[in-house]
Nanobody
Framework: QVQLVESGGGLVQAGESLRLSCAASGNIVSINTMGWYRQGPGKQRELVAG???????NYADSVKGRFTISRDNAKNTVYLQMNSLKPEDTGVYYC??????????WGQGTQVTVSS
């Protein structure tokens, strides 16, 4: 079992920045990939960014060049630095991890609201 706790959401104006954090606990040695998803109002949950244990990353086209995902394996924490935020980035952001054993775990989500 892995537990994930997100923090760092809030209300900002367009063009501003936020950094989300996700701390993992439990069976952390089994964690392979970690990622951030978001669900906007009336939209389906979508992948924002992902990172492997080795540091390889992937991003949704809509956030490339603005968001950066990083991972501190020593602290069991994954971050999402979000710059140049837009109103369409508004949503609940969820941290997710997948383990070598096939497990898939989610955090409770943190709200990000970007006003125009």
């Amino acid at each position: 079992q892995v537990q994930l706790v997100e923090s760092g959401g809030g209300l900002v104006q367009a063009g501003e920045s936020l950094r989300l954090s996700c701390a993992a606990s439990g069976n952390i040695v089994s964690i392979n990939t970690m990622g951030w998803y978001r669900q906007g109002p009336g939209k389906q949950r979508e992948l924002v960014a992902g990172i492997t244990r080795g540091g390889s990353t992937n991003y949704a086209d809509s956030v490339k060049g603005r968001f950066t995902i990083s991972r501190d394996n020593a602290k069991n924490t994954v971050y999402l630095q979000m710059n140049s935020l837009k109103p369409e980035d508004t949503g609940v952001y969820y941290c997710e991890c997948r383990t070598w054993l096939g497990g898939d775990y989610w955090g409770q989500g943190t709200q990000v609201t970007v006003s125009s």
